[in-house]
Nanobody, 115 residues
Framework: QVQLVESGGGLVQAGGSLRLSCVASESIFSINVMGWHRQAPGKQRELVALINSGGRTNYADSMKGRFTISRDTAKNTVYLQMDSLKSDDTAVYYC?????????WGQGTQVTVSS
């Protein structure tokens, strides 16, 4: 069982930045893929960014160039740096981990971007 705890959400003005953190209860080297997803009101949950155990990253097209996923293996933590935020980025952001085919989710952190 992998437990994930997100933090760092909040209210920010359009054009601003936020950094989200996700702390895993296990070594992230034991986790195949970690990532961030988001869900806006009335919309389906969508992928934001992924990072695999080897450190390779992947982004949704609309986030490329604005969002950066990274990790600190010593702290079992994955980050999402979000820059040039837009009102459309308002959503609950969820951390996800996939290990041996099982998917785990954090409780989510709210990001609200005011225009």
């Amino acid at each position: 069982q992998v437990q994930l705890v997100e933090s760092g959400g909040g209210l920010v003005q359009a054009g601003g930045s936020l950094r989200l953190s996700c702390v895993a209860s296990e070594s992230i080297f034991s986790i195949n893929v970690m990532g961030w997803h988001r869900q806006a009101p009335g919309k389906q949950r969508e992928l934001v960014a992924l990072i695999n155990s080897g450190g390779r990253t992947n982004y949704a097209d609309s986030m490329k160039g604005r969002f950066t996923i990274s990790r600190d293996t010593a702290k079992n933590t994955v980050y999402l740096q979000m820059d040039s935020l837009k009102s459309d980025d308002t959503a609950v952001y969820y951390c996800n981990a996939v290990r041996y085919g099982t998917s785990y989710w954090g409780q989510g952190t709210q990001v609200t971007v005011s225009s």
